[in-house]
């Protein structure tokens, strides 16, 4: 076999390949498999994120506890809302960052303080939370990760304020201060239960 002969073979080739994983692609996305956990405007928030994906941009709702599993990155686009149902909160044992301005408030009219648990950091989760108004949770967010996790430019308000332990902001240690946690600054806004 001559070399332009096997240039053309090897040719055919490289491009039956790049065909048969394209059509896999696209009969993968078809039937329902999940390439990311992404949940545009409109959606509602699937329990369990297992996969990376984006939250927003626009109006976006949880029904139920929404767990992010360890290893999974989860990005909120800016100008997204996320609307929480009473009694729902996040629990992070990934990734859960954003860049804002975002929003998590309660689904529910009239707004009553405490109607939605919060975000909580799980141990050994990671994340950051930039330009985020986080309003009417028992607890905005509950930081139970040493690793630092940087709440900036961001307002947090509304929280319940009545005992027992409730606050904008909850720091539990395991024996390790986490970083993101101010010292010696107790009080109703924020709540440091260990280390």
Known sequence: MSNSSRLIVTTILALAIAVALALVLVLATGTGVV????????????????????WGPSIITA?????????????????????VADGVGFTVQGDLHSDGPITFTTASTPAVPGG????????????????ATIEYG???????????????????????????????????????ANPSCPSGNESQGYINQGG
């Not at 390439?35 to 984006?54: K, W």
């Not at 909580?120 to 930039?130: C, E, F, I, K, V």
């Open 35 to 54: 390439l990311a956990e992404d949940h545009p405007n409109g959606d509602v928030i699937s329990p369990t994120q297992t996969i990376d994906g984006t």
């Open 63 to 83: 029904t139920a506890n929404v767990t992010i599993d360890p290893g999974v990155v989860i990005t909120i686009a800016p100008n997204t809302t996320v609307l």
């Open 116 to 131: 939605w648990e919060g975000i909580t950091y799980a141990d050994g989760s990671n994340g950051y939370l930039n330009e």
């Open 138 to 176: 028992v607890h905005a967010i509950v930081l139970s990760t040493t690793n630092p996790i940087v709440i900036s430019n961001s307002i947090i308000r509304y929280s319940k304020q009545a005992p027992p332990a409730a606050s904008g902001l909850r720091c539990d240690g395991s024996g390790t």
